[in-house]
């Protein structure tokens, strides 16, 4: 199997999915921007050959790239970067090498917050009130309609990045100029607490892997206050919230792919449909899964890939856990103190890209117990500030 994997070497942990295609037999490919004489050693030893591109943006560049490499290894059978940021590049290059996977058609349903509605409607899965909003007119008449405070957001946006709660119409106005040249979409600004839907289906679409994560705090807020991110992976999913998982999982025709869809689960203890992402969720997550199970995910998903199927039991040993520091906050632990009082709960620990630093802190941690207090203890006091 030719697999090409566009931007090998970010995210840094990302170069594990193509040493696992290694393993499998694959012949990997690269295609990226970034100099291969900076790569991870690991990541150069899996690469059977790596195309360097001046501008990832420039389509005519990855499709003379893709032309050089189908003439020289024959035929691509994957195209994949697992990247929310590459997602519609993929689906295009997939389109013109007629490969395998999600095409330039299914982009919009998976992208735009609008079109993610349109699939939670007809699965049946409650989610947050709103539309797209062209003019300041229509945000206005809208934001009358939900009532303040509301989220507005890009429609095709990554994450929280340019993601506002409202509170007033005097604010709504001061707040319009900043959409200018983008569709945004607004909400209802809906209370209570973030958890996810994560996991794998195989090429047929079933879930062969699912896990679900709580967060102490939205990254809308963290990003917003500059605050610290903490969340953790449970051992039982909720019932409701399986369901409604499976339920879009089947609804956006998942396959060969990994999942992260967000949920909010309301003081009344009903949930509601945020957004969906088919691609493994940000950060250290993947890494997160394998600490949580005793397991490899990137290697399974490698067997899947190149074999069609992954045979392998698993269960939830642990809650795990990530927690992150920033430069800019002062803590009233030191790393070692913090270190020592977590103990065998530390799985990992070490610097965070500078690209994520905003999300995910100067510093990451992955913590990991049997039990749910003790880790939530060990988080309150990794992050707790002078």
Known sequence: MNFLFVSPHFPPNYRNFCAALKREGCTVLGLGDGKFSCFDPELKAALDWYCQVDDMHNYDELVRACGFLTGRFGKLDRIESLNEYWLSTDAKLRHDFNVFGVKPENIPFIRHKSEMKKIFALCGVAHARGRLVPDLASAQSLAAELGYPVVIKPDDGVGANMA???ESAARLEELWPLT???HFIMEECLHGDICTFDGLTDRDGNIIF???HN???SPMDMLHYDGDISYYSVREIPADLEAAGRALVAGFGVKERFFHMEF????DGSLCAMEVNMRPPGGMTMDMFNFACDFDLYGIW???VAHGKADFAWSRKYFCAYASRKDTRRYLHSHDDALAHCGMMAAYHGPMPQAFSRYMGSYGYILRSPELPQLLEALD???KTV
């Open 164 to 166: 506002f709660r409202v």
């Open 180 to 182: 200018a040249g983008r």
């Open 210 to 212: 699912c896990t679900s």
């Open 215 to 217: 967060y102490g705090q």
């Open 264 to 267: 909010f689960r309301r003081k």
């Open 302 to 304: 490698a067997a899947l």
């Open 381 to 383: 006091y990794l992050q």
